[in-house]
């Protein structure tokens, strides 16, 4: 998910709606991750706004049911992530907004309900997708002629060497970098079903290589959202990046504060599988 | 062309301060200056082509009032409906560095600002009056 948010409102002058959707879309730019769009020069100019649109998921706010922002968005071809209709916010608050434009403490009371709705969407999105770090630094250890790496932060790891990173609600599982170089040349992935639920340490589908099956045992307890599919094509992918592109599952969170006081945070995990590649023969 | 009434079109810009002054207008011209004879045209809506604005800009003469030398008033009116009778660019009259400061919210305006809305609401006045008579 984009972590700005580019607002085209209306900016409509024949009625109070109009104006009100103005005043929220001022409201939303005191924040720093919030570009205003001008529909007008929009229509102008696109090319002005395209590297703004490029960054930021786009919310429209159209002020009445004519809803020009949006047939503006759609012409030119944009998507639209969000859609706020301050009539019908204020019809929800029993408002009757008419033509004449006032400030007074029931527009007030229309734009403050737009904005709550806004940012409301703002966190469903936020916890309906998964953010992908920018970049992950890694520490590393060789045993032998094998080099091991840990990430340095963000993720947490079972003692059976499953891994899970956290994003909001969601969490994505994966095997260490030590399961994989065990593994050798992985050559599937047998993911669980999508609306499985399972608890901490349930056992969350299995990978197989060309030396043995290693079956995931899962880091948390949750319920699976998405698998890597990915990997049906490409199951190497846990070979070349196991804590990024080779990620298996995707999962909600049931309690991930519980589950955490079982697993080994990175610095914890880095020292746990040093002591243990020196006792196994890998 | 009908001269009964007179199309007053602002470019509502957001990307300006010229842009707030250009509502604030329209509005001054529509309910203290020029009351009964003027028509707001709501420029969103009339690029979205609803609501019968291209058609009165058809009919009608038009003035536009636009916030900076970009002209999107102008320019909209022009490409979907007719020859605007007149036109302003505010940071003609402000200055340019004046109009592209940020749109505000119309409870944060100073003395200032509503110096500027008179100011330009009066070049309006003049070419309204051009027209009409």
Request: charged letters at 25%; aromatic letters at 6%.
């Amino acid at each position: 998910m984009s972590e700005t948010i580019c607002v085209l409102p209306c900016n409509g002058l024949d009625k109070c709606a109009g104006d009100l959707s103005r005043r929220a879309a001022l409201q939303l730019t005191q924040s720093e991750d919030v570009e205003l769009i001008c529909p007008v020069l929009l229509n102008q100019n696109k090319s002005r706004y395209e590297k703004a649109l490029e960054a930021g998921d786009l919310t429209v706010i159209d002020g009445c049911n004519t809803r020009c922002a949006s047939k503006l968005a759609g012409d030119l071809g944009l998507a639209i992530k969000d859609k706020v209709n301050v009539s019908e916010v204020a019809k929800a608050l029993d408002i009757k907004l008419g033509v004449e434009i006032r400030e007074d403490q029931e527009t007030q009371a229309v734009v403050q309900a737009v904005l709550e709705k806004i940012n409301s969407s703002v966190i469903d999105r936020a916890e309906s997708e998964f953010v992908e770090p920018e970049s992950i630094d890694y520490n590393t250890f060789s045993h032998g002629k094998f080099i091991f790496k840990v990430p340095t932060a963000n993720y947490f790891f079972n003692e059976n060497d499953c891994w899970v990173t956290v994003s909001g609600k969601l969490a994505r599982i994966g095997v260490s970098d030590y399961v994989q170089q065990n593994l050798s040349d992985i050559l599937y992935v047998d993911p669980p079903e999508i609306g499985d639920e399972f608890e901490q340490f349930d056992d969350l589908g299995s990978i197989e290589s060309s030396k043995a099956v290693f079956e995931i045992i899962s880091p948390v307890s949750g319920t699976v959202v998405a698998v890597n599919t990915g990997l049906n094509d490409a199951p190497e992918l846990v070979n070349e990046s196991p804590y990024e592109k080779g990620w298996l599952v995707e999962v909600r969170l049931s309690d991930f504060e519980e589950d955490q006081d079982l697993l080994h945070d990175c610095p914890a995990y880095f020292e746990f599988l040093q002591r243990k590649v020196a006792e196994v023969d890998v | 062309m009908i001269v009964n009434k007179i199309g007053v079109i602002g470019c509502s810009g957001e990307e300006c301060l010229g842009g707030t002054i250009s509502r604030l207008v329209v509005r001054k011209m529509l309910e203290e200056l020029r009351p009964g004879m003027t028509t707001s045209l709501c420029l969103p809506l009339f690029i979205a082509g609803d609501g019968g604005e291209r058609e009165f800009a058809e009919k009608y003469p038009t003035i536009s009032i636009d916030g900076c030398s970009k002209c999107c008033a102008k320019r909209a009116i022009e490409k979907y409906s007719n020859a605007v009778a007149g036109s302003i660019d505010i940071s003609e009259i402000i200055g340019e560095d004046k109009a592209l400061e940020k749109p505000l919210s119309t409870r944060n305006l100073t003395a200032e600002h509503l110096e500027f809305v008179k100011q330009t609401a009066e070049k309006t006045c003049e070419i309204y009056d051009g027209i009409s008579s």
